[in-house]
């Protein structure tokens, strides 16, 4: 996937987009990880492998983290050490709003939403 026009946006513009426009409400850590990593992201923030094989940013993880406290999303973690994140789709008309307020959507829109969809094909 070209990343050219996510680029442009924060961390927090991308992962909001990708909230919004996700094809399911749950997801694991690692899904997130890699559809930035599949998205040419990877560089920018900082993503790496650890020595079993996980992705890691510490940058997405504290994104993350806030959207947690935000009540944007909730966590629930498994004995496999990975975190699962479910969607609050009462937040998303909130989302929304924010991006159209920052002028995200409806420019950057196409591009977000080819970003979201590739949550669904790791699922």
């Known amino acids: ?3 050219e026009p996510l680029q442009k946006l924060t961390l927090m513009e991308i992962l ?5 426009f996700a094809p ?7 899904d997130i990880y890699r559809i930035f990593k599949k998205s040419n992201l990877s560089e920018r923030f900082n993503i790496e492998k650890d020595h079993a094989g996980n992705l890691g940013s510490k ?12 009540h944007l999303l909730s966590i629930r973690s498994f004995a496999n050490g990975h975190t699962f994140y479910r969607r609050n789709d009462d937040m998303l008309s909130s989302v929304r709003r924010e991006l159209e307020e920052r002028k995200i959507l409806p420019k950057y829109q196409a591009a977000l939403q080819q970003f ?5 094909i790791e699922n």
């Open 16 to 20: 909001m987009g990708a909230l919004l």
């Open 1 to 3: 996937m070209k990343s």
């Open 59 to 70: 940058y997405i993880f504290q994104a993350l983290s806030f959207c947690e406290i935000g």
């Open 116 to 120: 979201a969809n590739l949550l669904k």
């Open 24 to 30: 399911t409400p749950l997801f694991s850590d690692q």
